[in-house]
């Protein structure tokens, strides 16, 4: 059984960054495509990023592209997402999420495995 844990949020201020990290136990990681995703609590999930197993290419939404960093880290099992210039319109809960799809989807609903989620709140 697939399990991916997410940590790293918490409250920080407009400008600061955070690196999120996602560690997966079980399946097969270092194959798996895997995508960063967020909910603020008035919102539908919003796709962030996804990088492809191989850690050689990765998609952004382009409200994040150019601030946030997705990479990871097959001998860990680990995921990461760098959050750089934080604004209080980043605060929402962050998940990350396994697909078995081999191309890079920005679709919730396409992603198999989901984290309980880590929350990330900018004050301005």
């Known amino acids: 059984q697939v399990q991916l844990v997410e940590s790293g949020g918490g409250l920080v201020q407009a400008g600061d960054s955070l690196n999120l990290s996602c560690a997966v136990s079980g399946g097969t990681f270092s194959s798996t495509n895997m995508g960063w995703f967020r909910q603020a609590s008035w919102k539908e999930r919003e796709f962030l990023a996804v990088?492809?197993?191989?850690?050689?290419?990765?998609y952004y939404e382009d409200s994040v592209k150019g601030r946030f960093t997705i990479s990871r880290d097959n001998a860990k099992n680990t995921v990461y997402l760098q959050m750089n210039s934080l604004k209080p319109e980043d605060t929402a809960v962050y998940y990350c999420?396994?697909?078995?799809?081999?191309?890079?989807?920005?679709?919730?609903?396409?992603?198999?495995?989901w984290g309980q989620g880590t929350q990330v709140t900018v004050s301005s």
């Open positions: 990088i492809r197993w191989t850690g050689g290419s990765a």
């Open positions: 999420a396994a697909t078995t799809r081999t191309y890079l989807p920005t679709k919730a609903r396409v992603y198999d495995y």
